[in-house]
């Protein structure tokens, strides 16, 4: 026999050793993750219960912390939400795995349970403090106060210092930590990055900030409608291995096997039995209650299910932001003067819905280093309307990026890379089953299916914005034919009437010739610069025509989604298949092209007169 003593740990136990396997890997990201927690938890909870959300962020430095090259900060989170009651708050704050999301197919920001205990344990292990809570339904008659510490051993939450308070919100949660760490506010991990991309995929928000010293930052809603958080939807059973489609089995206990498989699943029905048996499945194993079915006996359930052809799940659990409300968020990115913003309908990707959503804008504020030598595009993810900071590379989003060719439309690419210029790319995935490739939820597994997809979406947008720029181009090479013209005619004419010693008629009829021969030109570049205005704004009509609701109606039916990829869906997608989208594309350029055409007119008027 061994000489070693078996002995076991507490699941918060595990965590407090492998914080930085939920994202407190470095000081910086212990600020990032702890603000990110609560906010994920603070907006779920009033979409739960339909409240446009309303909250308050506070972070400062309130002293040095322990750990060195740290500070001790203060990160305080306040929404409007439902609020919780106190029995709950130790168990939200305080145990692992305690949750209201597990395995509920929607949607929501929080899947695991893990998220803001994980906070709680960070500052008690580096400040010696839990969370401060305040908290208030609509039935409490005034909010209560505490302190919530876990008590790892046990994987417990400890209620201290509980005492009833009066609170200026009607109901709500506020939480608070004070905590060893590191403040970025802007860049790829920022606590302004984070910010700024939270608002753009939640139009829905009020948010309020104070970083530091600096002054409260009020970003307004621009959507007053809580999103429909569709309803859940079962998993697929061709998503699962062995090992989860036995565990989901045991939250079924003295049921049957074939109501297991019924209500547990999406896409099995009574018809769907008959080829399990088919495929091998003993019939008897479905009458049969799950407590008394052996793992044998569920392992040729499982290779049954495995072996027969099963309907795509349903789309309908996927939401979406929706162009008309994702445009106008996008112009909260700062100074925008081009952005084209393309919504996929719902779709499948290893047979998990999802929905994806691209905003391309490019920047007027940036640095406007065009070329070669400009930096790469600003990338932001958002998974199920998250943003996702760190560990790009590898992610499903970014893979789709460098894949598409972005040369083609204009925008210098190195090879494999991001495309480089002024440019914010936002792709946002929304599904009730993200795989993610780590517990913190950074990085999307980038699946082949999901890559195509993601790429279909971006090459929509990137043919709008090719669209353009080639616009761009000609008007800007209209602009300076006229600018030649102005310059050149007079001086050509002249010297040529003083060379040849012409009469002043001689040289009336030669400005008038010179002037038609370059009107001409100048006529051809407005022709070509109409046709293509044409050709714009018949290509932005038929988007609208082939309207969003149509494609919704579709994709709520949900059975007619799955669609294997187009062979000719290769970079340049054939206006056919763009037209059922609606990309919005913003006009600033269409100034210069009336003063161009304007000034053209006028200057043949002039020399007709
Ligand atoms: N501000 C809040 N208002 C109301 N309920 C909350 C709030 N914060 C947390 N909760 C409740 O506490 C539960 C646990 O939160 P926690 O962040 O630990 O896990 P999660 O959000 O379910 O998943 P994840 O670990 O992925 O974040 C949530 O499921 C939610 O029911
Ligand atoms: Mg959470």
Redesign the pocket.
């Known amino acids: 026999m061994a000489k070693q003593k078996i002995t076991s740990s507490s699941t918060a136990e595990y965590f407090s050793k492998n914080l930085q396997q939920v994202g407190f890997s470095s000081p910086t990201k212990a600020v990032l993750t702890t603000l990110k927690?609560a906010i994920?938890?603070?907006l779920?909870?009033c979409e739960d219960e339909g409240i446009l959300p309303e909250l308050y962020i506070e972070i400062e430095k309130v002293g040095a912390g322990t750990i060195k090259n740290t500070d001790l900060i203060r990160i305080k989170v306040e929404?409007n939400?439902?609020g919780?009651n106190i029995e709950d708050v130790p168990k939200?704050f305080g145990e692992y795995l305690?949750?209201?999301?597990f395995g509920r197919g929607r949607c929501s920001r929080?899947?695991?349970?893990?998220?803001?205990?994980a906070a709680t344990t960070w500052a008690q292990l580096t400040s010696a403090k839990g969370a401060r809570i305040i908290t208030k339904t609509k039935t409490m008659r005034q909010a209560v106060s505490c302190l919530v510490e876990v008590d790892v051993k046990n994987n417990k939450g400890n209620l201290k210092d509980k005492k009833t308070i009066s609170w200026d919100r009607s109901h709500g949660?506020s939480v608070e930590f004070v905590l060893d760490g590191r403040i970025q506010l802007q860049g790829e991990g920022g606590l302004i990055t984070y910010l700024t991309g939270t608002a753009l995929v939640n139009p829905h928000l009020n948010l309020r900030y104070k970083l530091l010293d600096q002054s409260v930052v009020k970003v307004d809603r621009v959507s007053d409608k809580c999103p429909d958080i569709p309803n859940a939807v079962e998993p697929h059973p061709h998503t699962m291995k062995l090992g989860e489609f036995i565990a989901h089995s045991h939250l079924f206990g003295k049921a049957t096997v074939a109501t297991f498989l019924k209500k547990g699943f999406s896409r099995i029905t009574d018809n769907t039995f008959q080829e399990f048996v088919k495929n091998g499945m003993d019939k008897k194993f479905l009458t049969q209650s799950v407590d008394k079915t052996t793992d044998a006996q569920f392992k040729d359930v499982f290779g049954a299910i495995h072996k027969t052809e099963l309907m795509s799940p349903s789309t309908r659990s996927v939401m979406i932001i929706g162009e008309e409300t994702f445009s106008k968020s996008v112009r909260r990115l700062g100074e925008v003067d081009f952005f084209s913003v393309v919504t996929r309908k719902p779709t499948i990707c290893d047979f998990k819905p999802v929905a994806i959503e691209i905003a391309v804008a490019r920047l007027k504020t940036a640095q406007k280093v065009e070329g070669d030598d400009s930096p790469p595009v600003q990338v932001l993810r958002f998974a199920n309307r998250v943003p996702l900071q760190f560990d790009k590379s590898a992610c499903a989003m970014v893979k789709a990026i460098e894949t598409v060719n972005w040369r083609s439309y204009g925008i210098p690419q190195p090879k494999n890379s991001l495309p480089l210029g002024p440019y914010v790319i936002a792709v946002s995935l929304v599904s009730p089953f993200i795989k993610f490739k780590n517990a913190s939820k950074e990085t999307v597994d980038a699946s082949d299916e999901l890559v195509e997809e993601i790429r279909r979406a971006l090459i929509q947008a990137g043919q709008r914005l090719s669209r353009h720029i080639k616009k761009e181009h000609r008007e800007a090479d209209l602009e300076e034919k006229l600018r030649h013209i102005e310059q050149f005619c007079p001086i050509l004419v002249d010297c040529l009437c003083r060379i040849t010693k012409a009469t002043e008629k001689r040289k009336k009829a030669a400005t008038e010739g010179l002037v038609k021969l370059l009107g001409r030109d100048v006529n051809a570049a407005k022709k070509e610069l109409d046709e293509a205005l044409k050709h714009h704004k018949e290509a932005h009509a038929k988007g609208k025509i082939q309207i969003v609701e149509k494609e919704k109606a579709k994709s709520e039916d949900g059975e007619e989604e799955l669609k294997p990829p187009h062979p000719e869906d290769s970079d340049v997608i054939p206006e056919a298949e763009e037209a059922p989208l609606k990309a919005k594309t913003e006009k600033p350029a269409s100034k210069a092209k009336k003063k161009a055409v304007a000034k053209s007119k006028e200057k043949m008027k002039e020399k007709e007169v």
Do not use: T, Y
Request: aromatic content about 0%; charged content about 20%.
């Open positions: 927690e994920d938890n603070s779920d909870a929404d939400g439902p919780l939200v305690a949750s209201s999301k929080g899947q695991q349970g893990i998220g803001i205990s949660v």
